[in-house]
C-alpha cells in the first residue's frame, strides 16, 4: 500500500497570504489529523477529521480549517499567513478515529516570508 | 489536559549497545494509548511501538520494547543492539481523543 503522501513539500508565502495544503491517506484510512512542528513548540495537534466531519480541535486560531472529502482526502488552510506560522505540517491517517494508530506522511515545509 | 514529558533532550549510545529512553505523561483517564515514534534527519515520522493502557503486558518489537508502569504513569524505550540507523529523534505521544506529543529525545548511535 501507498504510504500518507502531501502536497505540496515545500512553499514559500509572504506575509497576509493564504495557502492550502493536501494530504492523501493510506488507502482504506477513513480518519486524517493534522499537526504543527517547530523548533519552539514541538508538535502541537491542529484538527482530526473522520468521515468528512471534525471530530477534534487543537488549540489554534480560527485562521487554521481544514475538510475531508468522501474519498477521506484532507485538506488544511491557513489565512492571513504570520511569520510563526512557519513549519513543518504533518498529516496522519489512521483506519478509525481516537484509538488507532497514526501513520504520518512527509510533511509540508512552510516558509512565511 | 494530558501532559508528555521526556526529560532527555539528547542521548547517545555507541554501537551494538542498548539505550533506554525516559517518557512519563500525566492523565486522569484509564483507557488510551501510548506510542513511540521516531523522526530520522529530514525524514517522515515512523511508528516504533504502541502500548494499549489496558494491558499489563510490555510491547515489544524486535531490538524495541517497552517498560510500561501505568501507576506512575512513565513509559520509557529501550533500544537493544543499537544500530546507526536508529540516530533519529523519538517521540513519546499520548493518545486519547488526540495525539499529544512530548518534546522529544534526539538519539545518536556512534560507531
Known amino acids: 500500500k501507498a504510504g500518507v503522501t502531501q502536497t505540496p513539500r515545500y512553499l514559500i508565502k509572504t506575509r497576509g497570504q493564504q495557502v492550502t495544503l493536501s494530504c492523501s491517506p493510506i488507502s482504506g484510512h477513513r480518519s486524517v489529523s493534522w499537526y504543527q512542528q517547530t523548533p519552539g513548540q514541538g508538535l502541537q495537534f491542529l484538527f482530526e477529521?473522520?468521515?468528512?466531519?471534525?471530530?477534534n480541535k487543537g488549540n489554534f486560531p480560527g485562521r487554521f480549517s481544514g475538510r475531508q472529502f468522501s474519498n477521506s482526502r484532507s485538506e488544511m488552510n491557513v489565512s492571513t499567513l504570520e511569520l510563526g506560522d512557519s513549519a513543518l505540517y504533518l498529516c496522519a491517517s489512521s483506519l478509525e478515529q481516537g484509538s488507532d494508530t497514526q501513520y504520518f506522511g512527509p510533511g509540508t515545509r512552510l516558509t512565511v516570508l | 489536559a494530558q501532559t508528555v514529558t521526556q526529560s532527555q533532550p539528547e542521548m547517545s549510545v555507541q554501537e551494538a549497545e542498548t539505550v533506554t529512553l525516559s517518557c512519563t505523561y500525566d492523565t486522569s483517564e484509564n483507557n488510551y494509548y501510548l506510542f513511540w515514534y521516531k523522526q530520522p534527519p529530514s525524514r517522515q515520522m515512523i511508528l516504533v511501538i504502541r502500548q494499549e493502557a489496558y494491558k499489563q503486558q510490555n510491547a515489544t518489537e524486535n531490538r524495541f520494547s517497552v517498560n510500561f508502569q501505568k501507576a506512575a504513569k512513565s513509559f520509557s524505550l529501550k533500544i537493544s543492539d543499537s544500530q546507526l540507523g536508529d540516530t533519529a529523534m523519538y517521540f513519546c505521544a499520548f493518545m486519547r481523543n488526540d495525539m499529544r506529543f512530548g518534546a522529544g529525545t534526539r538519539l545518536t548511535v556512534k560507531p
Open positions: 477529521y473522520f468521515s468528512e466531519t471534525q471530530r
